[in-house]
């Protein structure tokens, strides 16, 4: 099982960004595919989720209306394009798996996830 991030760099406040996730040695459309971040010195939280095979969708209420997660099956890939940039979403990105029915009480929860890609470095500044 491999999950590789990529997209991240250094952004203005205000910026956009577009975080990819690939997937691969599972069956894609069995699992859902969160995207959680981790500044220095805070916890691992949930931003978002995509959940097969109805493609639910899921935010943290912080980046609701500026984040858009979305998936591309054929790809075995899933993005979260980051509007409207803040300094606060300064962080490291992971996407992760979980083979689990996932619902608005548990996609944020990092124990839900099996798999972990290494992350990618997101910087808001000016």
């Known amino acids: 099982v491999r999950l590789v991030e990529s997209g991240g760099g250094l952004v203005q406040p205000g910026g956009s960004l577009r975080l990819s996730c690939a997937a691969s040695?599972?069956?894609?459309?069995?699992?859902?595919i969160g995207w959680f971040r981790q500044a220095p010195g805070k916890e691992r939280e949930g931003v978002s989720c995509?959940?097969?095979?109805?493609?639910?969708?899921y935010y943290a209420d912080s980046v609701k209306g500026r984040f858009t997660i979305s998936s591309d099956n054929a790809k075995n890939t899933v993005y979260l394009q980051m509007n409207g940039l803040k300094p606060e979403d300064t962080a490291v990105y992971y996407c992760?798996?979980?083979?689990?029915?996932?619902?608005?009480?548990?996609?944020?929860?990092?124990?839900?996830?099996?798999?972990w890609g290494q992350g990618t470095q997101v910087t808001v500044s000016s």
């Open positions: 995509i959940s097969n095979p109805v493609s639910s969708t």
């Open positions: 992760a798996a979980s083979p689990y029915l996932l619902h608005d009480s548990s996609w944020a929860t990092k124990f839900s996830y099996d798999y």
């Open positions: 040695g599972f069956t894609f459309d069995d699992y859902a």
